[in-house]
């Protein structure tokens, strides 16, 4: 069953924001996904992350999937941006919590990029830490989906593609539960895709007449959910993104970064000492194969909604990519 909102934000807690720059050759921005806790330094999400295709530069991946907790929002952005937009999430997070960089450490920014280069000029490099706080701060349950955000320059399947979301609620026993999705898709080659498990994509080359591209694109997926889950349980569950990406119809190129961030609002990790263990509930495995189920409808569902979302947009050099609906 689909979530209120059909979104990631279905999730309890969980907010979506967007900054988005249009003007001519310049098509890009920032999206930020914010965790349950606004407090997120002291009160670490669960999380864990998987990499399916690795040709991509994101930043912080490593100590998620070391420590398997986020402590900041997740950003994303273009590729030639990550690294400014990564240093203003710093600073956003040094002006919220005093004791970063003291005795109990540093923090761990945590933003991912596709390549937005062929419709937006991402040599200017104009994401600002103006933009960044833009995100951070109208972040909200409803937000807009498409051409906007970090997904205002990104293409899939030779066609515009942006930002998409899906959800789903599980009934498990007398408990309810949601898995929301979001994707910041830049992949795929439009011979190979598939709509509503339909093979379109052949059809809808010959109508547009598209030039024959390599999958030199990337995605990125996020996963949240609500559920009790340890965390070889999340990363079970991010490790399921690829098949709904592969619904779709990708094949995962060479030049495609495909990379997954799970996490659970669930029993966040404090950094105050209690005691030496500490009790929680996790989901048993049993209940598992619906987890994956849900994660990867949700996967598939977040594409399609980008795809369908996405205004038709012309920008650097005159790059045009047509918007799905307008072909359906």
């Known amino acids: 069953m689909k979530g209120k909102n059909n979104s990631i934000t279905d999730v309890p807690g ?8 249009v003007d001519g050759d310049i098509q890009t921005g920032v999206t930020a996904i914010l965790p349950k806790s606004y407090n997120w330094f002291r009160e670490k999400t669960r999380a864990t992350c998987h990499v399916i295709n690795g040709f991509g530069k994101s930043i ?18 273009n590729t030639l941006s990550a690294a400014h937009t990564a ?7 040094l002006s919220h919590f005093d004791e ?12 991912c990029e596709c390549n937005d280069g062929y419709l937006n000029n991402i040599r200017k490099q104009v994401i600002t830490e103006r933009h960044v706080l833009t995100a951070l701060n109208n972040a909200s349950v409803d937000f807009e989906r498409g051409a906007v955000g970090a997904g205002r320059g990104m293409s899939c399947y030779q066609l515009k593609g942006g930002i998409g979301t899906a959800s789903r609620v599980l009934e498990l026993e007398d408990k309810s539960y949601t898995i929301g999705g979001l994707v910041l898709c830049n992949m795929g080659r ?21 030039l024959e591209e390599r999958d030199n694109g990337s995605i990125i997926m996020i996963l949240a959910t609500d559920l009790p889950l340890e965390s070889h349980q999340l990363k079970r569950m991010t490790k399921r993104a690829v098949a709904g990406l592969s619904r779709t119809g990708t094949f ?5 970064g495909d990379i997954v961030i799970g996490f659970t609002t669930d029993s966040p990790v404090t950094s105050k000492a209690y005691a030496v263990t500490t009790p929680r ?9 619906d987890v994956f189920r849900g994660a990867v409808e949700v996967i598939e569902e977040s594409i ?3 795809l369908m979302e996405a205004d038709e947009v012309t920008g650097f050099s005159g790059h045009n990519r047509k918007a799905l609906k307008n072909l359906l």
Not at 14 to 21: D, S
Not at 87 to 93: A, E, Q, S, V, Y
Not at 194 to 210: F, N, S
């Open 252 to 256: 995962i190129g060479h030049g495609s």
């Open 60 to 77: 912080g991946l490593t100590q998620i999937e070391e420590l398997c907790t986020l402590e900041t929002p997740i950003l994303l952005t």
């Open 87 to 93: 240093d203003c999430l710093i600073k956003f997070m």
């Open 190 to 210: 439009l011979e190979d895709l598939i709509y509503q498990g339909k093979p379109i994509g052949v059809e809808l080359k010959e109508k547009i007449e598209a």
């Open 281 to 289: 509930e996790i989901l048993h495995d049993s209940y598992m194969d």
């Open 100 to 111: 970063i960089g003291g005795t109990i450490g540093t923090v761990n920014p945590v933003v």
């Open 14 to 21: 969980v907010l979506v924001g967007h900054a988005t720059l």
């Open 304 to 306: 399609i909604d980008a």
